[in-house]
């Protein structure tokens, strides 16, 4: 069975930072495009992050830009997401997220989220 296992999130003061890490397994890691959303209550989820199967490209949303960092050890079948400069607003449970083709079809894994929350 297909896992995605999120870590990393908890309470934090404004400003402060969290690196979060999602563990991989049971598919080909290498192969997918990872990405982070975030859904906050009340509120669709959104995509906050996404980088390509070999880590050379990244894309961010523009309320995170130049504050959270993507990035990915395929060794590992990780990804993280280092987040700094956090504020209220950041405030959400945080998902990870697989997207990658197999057999010609495409398949999306969701992990069970972790939460973030940015307090004084």
């Known amino acids: 069975q297909v896992q995605l296992v999120e870590s990393g999130g908890g309470l934090v003061q404004p400003g402060g930072s969290l690196r979060l890490s999602c563990v991989a397994s049971r598919f080909t890691f290498s192969r997918a495009a990872m990405s982070w959303y975030r859904q906050a209550p009340g509120k669709a989820r959104e995509l906050v992050a996404t980088?390509?199967?070999?880590?050379?490209?990244?894309n961010y949303a523009d309320s995170v830009k130049g504050r959270f960092t993507i990035s990915r050890d395929n060794a590992k079948s990780t990804v993280y997401l280092q987040m700094i400069s956090l504020q209220p607003e950041d405030t959400a449970v945080y998902f990870c997220?697989?997207?990658?083709?197999?057999?010609?079809?495409?398949?999306?894994?969701w992990g069970q989220g972790t939460q973030v929350t940015v307090s004084s």
């Open positions: 980088i390509t199967s070999t880590g050379d490209s990244t």
């Open positions: 997220n697989a997207v990658g083709r197999r057999f010609g079809r495409q398949y999306e894994y």
